[in-house]
């Protein structure tokens, strides 16, 4: 059973999915797939912005090179006149899932194109980050991805939901049925999913039951793994990005999983600030504790697929991006967030 400790603090609207990299753009029109994804290009400073937008665009532009263009894509609500694209989540649910794969050697990919579940090996069984969203995923993407890497899914101890949105939680259920897993998020996100959702959708499993509540500062242990959970308020008010440490042979790498990354909650500069914050802070705490790889729970915006490919392929592991990359993804975050917030007091 895993325990959790304190630490010393260190209506259906679908997310909007990123923008991809040249590379990864090509691959998904190989695949069929650009008619699904809003591959949208990342913003360009129109003339309505005040010189204060630009400054936060430019300085976005700047941090993310020509390696974290996926990210520019939080930018483009600065723009007065850019209106956001409305996925169709019954497309995007629809896509055949890529192979599941080995990121690490106790981190594991089980999830589908557009929505990303991950799977932590431990001495004790498995934490898994985020469920997917229904029940048919949760059988056929990720216990079968489980069962297709060598791991038994009866081993899912632990179910870490990164926050309230269906396409995350939706197939927690099923495990807590099956297998008694346990499911932890934190308590604004509980509270939002058992009184008011923010999106819904039929397609989504309901919301668990409340089980576990986790706050920022505390860990999540289970055998040889501890996650440290860090509260990054902004996607919901109680989105949990979690930092653990993977294995590489006989390296170790400190991992940070963004846990929500869209500005999908419409004009609200309390959620946006609260953003901005996050990512701020976030950011110190990764320089603070050698971050150097980042995933998401979205692949548009890390490339997980793509990068798994290279891994199965025997490459070097593009997941380790560097610290200073690490940073870089954060501040690009954080400068497109300063950038919108700015726009809407223009």
Not at 120 to 138: H, K, Q, R, Y
Not at 182 to 205: N, Q, V, Y
Not at 301 to 330: C, H, I, M, W
Request: charged share 20%.
């Amino acid at each position: 059973m895993a325990l959790f400790r304190q630490s010393t603090p260190t209506s259906f609207r679908a997310e909007e999915v990123p923008s991809a990299s040249l590379t990864s753009r090509r691959a998904l029109l190989k695949m069929g797939c650009a008619c699904c994804f809003a591959l949208a290009a990342p913003y360009a400073l129109a003339d309505a912005m005040t010189p204060e937008v630009e400054r936060h665009l430019a300085a976005a532009k700047q941090a993310a090179g020509t390696d974290l263009e996926a990210l520019l894509v939080l930018g483009n609500s600065a723009d007065p006149n850019f209106k956001a694209p409305r996925p169709d989540l019954v497309k995007l649910i629809a896509l055949p899932a890529p192979p599941p794969g080995k990121a690490f050697d106790n981190l594991y990919f089980v999830g589908g194109k557009w929505v990303s579940a991950w799977a932590l090996t431990t001495s004790e069984g498995i934490i898994l980050i985020d469920a997917m969203n229904n029940d048919d995923d949760a059988e056929r993407t990720i216990e079968q991805g489980l069962r297709a890497l060598g791991l038994d899914p009866s081993n899912v101890k632990t179910i870490i939901v990164t926050h309230g949105h269906g396409d995350h939680y939706g197939g927690a259920a099923y495990f807590t049925r099956k297998y008694g897993s346990r499911i932890a998020l934190s308590e604004s996100d509980w509270t939002m999913m058992e009184t008011k959702l923010e999106f819904d959708h039929p397609l989504w499993g309901r919301p668990p039951k409340r089980d576990i509540v986790v706050a920022d500062g505390q860990q999540v242990r289970l055998g040889d793994a501890t996650v440290d959970i860090l509260i990054t308020p902004g996607h919901t008010m109680g989105t949990i990005s979690p930092i653990f440490e993977v294995r590489l042979g006989s390296q170790r790498h400190r991992a940070l999983l963004w846990g929500g990354t869209a500005f999908n909650f419409g004009k609200n500069p309390e959620r946006l600030q609260a953003y901005v914050d996050a990512t701020a802070r976030t950011r110190e705490i990764a320089k603070q504790q050698g971050v150097d790889v980042l995933i998401s729970n979205h692949s548009g915006y890390d490339g997980s697929v793509e990068k798994l490919e290279v891994v199965a392929a025997g490459g070097a592991n593009p997941f380790v991006l560097g610290a200073q990359t690490v940073e870089r993804a954060l501040t690009v975050m954080n400068e497109c967030a300063q950038a919108v917030l700015t726009s809407w007091k223009a």
